[in-house]
């Protein structure tokens, strides 16, 4: 067989620095490369650091709420069981069959790179970057595991010194993060676009008032390289076929279970979700068309508001339906205030216990993802296996959009969530322009590499990075730490 045609080849397992220490203990024959990327991300701080990243809920608020770390957990094992499953009833993928490990890192490592406070925190960061190159969650994912992890450069530890982050003389970015291989890097490209690097570019595209979603221009070349690993040939947008099977696991994850997150907190019933108004359910079906025409080229983006209350209606129905003691009472025949009566008391209470009810909500949820999962659909490349497509049948993805949608439009308007939403950006913003303001609030490692470089744009990427990184509850402690009358304390270290 063609090495072309193979989803994949030796120029995946490929990295950055060729030779790295640990290379000279001689060849782990019991695992392959893949198997060691999975390894580097699983051991690195930035994923640590997740299990203190907001998810939807502010993490000090319940141990019961989902993080970042648990969020990407099933991320993974969701797109591992898509991967089983194209493995197993694919005949092409029988043949070739998707690489487990490289799947689950890909949901493992999707969300690295979101800042402190969640999609609030990323807006705040991408404002605050905007002459620079703005902030993205993706991009900064790709960036942390390529560039900010410190593991690799391309010069090694001797006796003598540790290796340099930037070399002095030609201004080269020397770091190599986590030095993964090309088909790893490759799984978490979700966007095959240079995000704008200055304000008047936004502009010029329309999209200057929120994150634009892409890579940065400072990753440009080892995108390039990435692609000429992976898919050298291929000439359409890019993404591999782990990336097409996370990006679809985390649309399911989002629309189940961030909606069991609020049904537990009491944001949500399933009742309220079915009674809101037409021109809040018209935002929802407009989304839904947009995802269609983005997602679905060619397929009708047909959506109204009777087709988001005929999703509901059939999502909620086993939860709604009238019991035996009911349908009997209905039978026997019942007067108009009656059956009024009868109608509300029952669906009130069956919206209500999934709420409340722990078996229910688990229930729920499980149905829907599997339900969800095997709406899957994939899509070979013959010529270019490594690029073959992955994505829900079209009423499932009717179906997890309008659910996604529902839960965020919902939860971003909540008076307590706005609290939220507005004292990170005030956390954020002081912390920015005091970093930028006096570089030796920063820890050593930091304040050393803010310097290498005499130039504003790098000086608050590299605070931007090091910002992006923290953890919600170190964020806050940091702030108090400069701004509060009582801090928490001086001497915890950075």
Known sequence: MPARTRLYTKNDWLREAVVTPSATLGVEKYRDQSRRDFARLIHC?????????????????SDFFRNRLTHSLEVAQIAKSIAIRINSTDPFFKRNPINLDMVEFAGLAHDLGHPPFGHNGEATLDRLMLRHGGFEGNAQTLRLIARIEKKTTTEFPSASRSPRAVDPVSLTDLRLGLNLTYRSLASILKYDRIIPQTEAARVSQGSEKKPVKGYYASEGKLVERIKAHVAPEFGDKFRTIECHIMDVADDIAYSTYDLEDAFKANFLTPLAMMA???????????????????????????????????????????????????????NEGATEAELSFLIGTHTSAGSQALAEKGYLRTSFTSDLVGRFIRGVQVIPDSSCPSMSAVHLDVDTFKSVETLKHFAFELLIVSPMLKIAEKRGDQIIKTLFECFMGDRSLLPSDWRELYGTIDSEAWQARVVCDYISGMSDRYCVEMYARITSENPITIWKPH
């Open 45 to 61: 701080p930035s994923f640590r650091r997740l299990q203190g990243k907001t998810q939807l809920f502010p993490s000090h608020e």
């Open 276 to 330: 809101k108004d037409d021109e809040f359910k018209e935002k929802i079906a407009a989304k839904v068309r947009e995802s269609l025409s983005t997602k679905l080229p060619g397929v009708s983006a047909s959506f109204a508001v009777s087709d988001v209350n005929d999703i509901l209606g059939e999502i909620f129905k086993p939860l709604l339906q009238f019991n035996d003691a009911t349908l009997k009472k209905l």
